[in-house]
């Protein structure tokens, strides 16, 4: 499946400038609150809602599975007057840039877009033109030509597979479900319409039937993280799903009996399995993106999930994280260098700051051969050293 390589924004939130963001096998999204992080990937995720949709949502479905807004004027950049812009690269040459306006009715619509692919020139297909002598028509974000007799849309090829990588998206968002007695029952596949957190159980009872070998990869990611070793799916009626852990962090002889409901547990068990779970279903090219892996888990927690992260990289997934911790940086600094299958260049930083107007400017780094990210503006380490030298200097003026 493909993947996605690049994000194009222009005028959306606090990126006002064209602005392309890139994406390694392992892409870290870092930066102060309210700096742009989560803005880097609206824009693929609205495209993917739309695509999603199962009914014909228009133009850009604003609020779905992935993303919630209300108004058009929630994505457009502050006091901007020109066509919001949102595309992606794909790894295999292709890309979509789609621009989107308010119409003389106030309504959203597509005003171009442009796609091209590893060989071809770039396709600009505009609203009221034509393209091959026939007048151009708009399907969901897509313009394209009504074709004769099947009233079907025409694309550009080059438009039609830089989709595929939007398609194939799993999002696993900050705000995950808490720990409950029982999950909706859902459809599994290659792709998922909609936040992954909410197929979790049906993945795993999937797992389950099938005898999959990834069932196991889970129970031993979950140890490593200090968690639990163990995690069991049973069928609730037709539909509902319970999980059951390990009540231990280990796995002891007759200890498969050993299971108690994953809300009598801590929610860091319920909160990681999704990442945990998104990871191992994910197939190479495909782009896992998590908010905050971090979230209720122990600093050792967070440095161990560093190298699941790393891991599936050197599978093949392409690993998108937005985060706040510093052990999971330099937890994945250190995983990168030992992994045999990942190399350092194979692992970006991408640090989002804001300027004295409020725009975002993105500072892109790469690991060198010592795992260090040089050049990149990181404050991570500068906040704890104050946060301890401010303490120490306490503790020393109190004994005075």
């Known amino acids: ?18 602005t392309e963001i890139p994406l390694g096998r392992l892409t870290l999204l870092g930066g102060a609150n309210s700096s742009g992080k ?5 824009g693929a995720l609205l495209l993917k809602q739309t695509l999603d949709s199962t009914f014909d949502p228009g133009p850009l479905l604003l609020r779905g599975g992935h993303v919630e807004l209300t108004s058009f004027d929630q994505l457009r950049a502050y006091q901007s007057r020109g066509p919001v812009v949102v595309g992606v690269r794909t790894d295999e ?17 597509v005003v171009e877009t442009r796609s091209s692919g590893p060989r071809g020139p770039t396709a600009t297909l505009r609203r009221g033109g034509t393209w091959r002598r026939r007048a151009i028509v708009h399907h969901r974000f897509l313009l394209g030509m009504a074709l004769p007799r099947t009233g079907e849309i025409g694309l550009p090829p080059s438009a039609h597979l830089a989709t595929r990588a939007l398609e194939g998206l799993i999002h696993v968002p900050g705000l995950r479900t808490p720990p409950l007695r029982d999950y909706p029952l859902a459809a599994t596949g290659d792709t998922f319409d909609g936040r992954f957190d909410r197929y979790v159980a049906s993945v795993i009872l999937e797992w389950q039937k099938h005898k999959d070998v990834r069932l196991g990869h889970v129970g031993r990611d979950l140890r490593a993280l200090g968690l639990t070793w163990k995690v069991h799916a049973e069928r609730r009626g037709d539909t509902s799903v319970a999980l059951r852990v390990g009540r231990l962090r280990s796995g002891t002889q007759g200890g498969a009996r050993d299971l108690v ?19 191992h279903r ?6 896992v993106y998590v908010e905050q892996p971090e979230l209720h888990l122990h600093p050792r927690a967070q440095h161990a999930m560093a ?3 790393a891991d599936a990289a050197a599978r093949g997934v392409r690993v998108v994280v937005e985060t706040h911790s510093a052990m999971l940086l330099l937890g994945v600094q250190a995983a990168a260098l030992a992994h045999a299958e990942l190399e350092a260049r194979d692992v970006r930083l991408n640090w989002f700051e804001r300027d004295g107007a409020g725009w975002t400017e993105v500072h892109t780094a790469t690991l060198d051969e010592r795992g260090a990210l040089e050049g990149a503006p990181l404050d ?15 503790v020393e003026s109190s004994r005075r």
Request: glycine share 8%; charged share 25%; no cysteine.
């Open 38 to 42: 989560s803005s880097a990937m609206l």
């Open 307 to 309: 190298r699941l992260l």
């Open 380 to 394: 991570f380490d500068e906040v704890e050293l104050e946060a301890h030298r401010a303490y120490l200097e306490l």
């Open 93 to 109: 040459g292709y890309s979509l840039e789609v621009a989107l306006e308010r119409d003389d009715d106030g309504e959203i619509s």
């Open 261 to 279: 409901e994953i809300a009598d547990v801590g929610v860091g068990v319920s909160q990681a399995l999704p990442v945990v779970v998104a990871l």
């Open 1 to 18: 499946m493909p993947g996605i390589e690049s994000l194009v924004l222009e005028n959306v939130r606090v990126f006002r400038a064209r």
């Open 282 to 287: 994910a197939r190479p090219g495909q782009v």
